[in-house]
T-cell receptor
Framework: NAGVMQNPRHLVRRRGQEARLRCSPM?????VYWYRQLPEEGLKFMVY????????ESGMPKERFSAEFPKEGPSILRIQQVVRGDSAAYFC?????????????FGPGTRLTVT | KNEVEQSPQNLTAQEGEFITINCSYS?????LHWLQQHPGGGIVSLFM???GKKKHGRLIATINIQEKHSSLHITASHPRDSAVYIC???????????FGTGTSLTVIP
């Protein structure tokens, strides 16, 4: 059973470009969380999704950021018109149940660098 | 105000020492998670616990729900234990997780 997969592992974008980060959860997991880790800071919750639904996006900036988890395919975190402050590691995690009641399995992360 | 506080922030130990990392939280929870982040950045879930104590190998996690406190212990520490250890809590209300800032552990041979 493959673990959580994220791609790309490293992404370089110029200011103003779009960044698309992909997360394939573990087989059988329908709950996906996205987290951001700024340099020298801790993990911060961004968004929680179930298949085809955004359940909680309270940690996501209101502008330029969006997330989806379609019926088929990976979950996507999309950042439009990136700025230097978006440079961070973005982790997704999946679980078979809502996160409070089961372990979360983390992907290796995508390290976004905005130049 | 941080919902989760960890201590110490940094910890250096000699190989073989017994290590304790503490986590206090202010929100109501049903379970608490301990995570390990390797120097390369990958994150592994170590424990999820809602009461008492759990043990995996040389790692032991305890929690006191009433006192809103958890500890992670490492017995007979080894250089490969060097990592950042993170406490995470999913509050009973809402869907997000709150994370501690992590404890950076270095075990010297």
């Amino acid at each position: 059973n493959a673990g959580v997969m994220q791609n790309p592992r490293h992404l370089v974008r110029r200011r103003g470009q779009e960044a698309r980060l992909r997360c394939s959860p573990m087989k059988g997991h329908s709950h996906v969380y996205w987290y951001r880790q700024l340099p020298e800071e801790g993990l911060k919750f961004m968004v929680y999704l179930q298949k085809e639904n955004i359940i909680d996006e309270s940690g996501m900036p209101k502008e330029r950021f969006s997330a989806e988890f379609p019926k088929e395919g990976p979950s996507i975190l999309r950042i439009q018109q990136v700025v230097r402050g978006d440079s961070a590691a973005y982790f997704c995690a999946s679980s078979p149940l809502r996160g409070g009641f089961s372990e979360q399995y983390f992907g290796p992360g995508t390290r976004l660098t905005v130049t | 105000k941080n919902e989760v506080e960890q201590s110490p922030q940094n910890l250096t130990a000699q190989e073989g020492e017994f290590i304790t990392i503490n986590c206090s939280y202010s929100v109501g929870i049903s379970a608490l998670h301990w995570l390990q982040q390797h120097p390369g950045g990958g994150i592994v879930s170590l424990f999820m616990l809602s009461s008492g104590k759990k043990k995996h190998g040389r790692l032991i996690a305890t929690i006191n729900i009433q006192e809103k406190h958890s500890s992670l212990h490492i017995t007979a520490s080894h250089p490969r234990d060097s990592a950042v250890y993170i406490c995470a809590v999913p509050p009973n209300t809402g869907n997000q997780f709150y994370f501690g800032t992590g404890t950076s552990l270095t075990v010297i041979p």
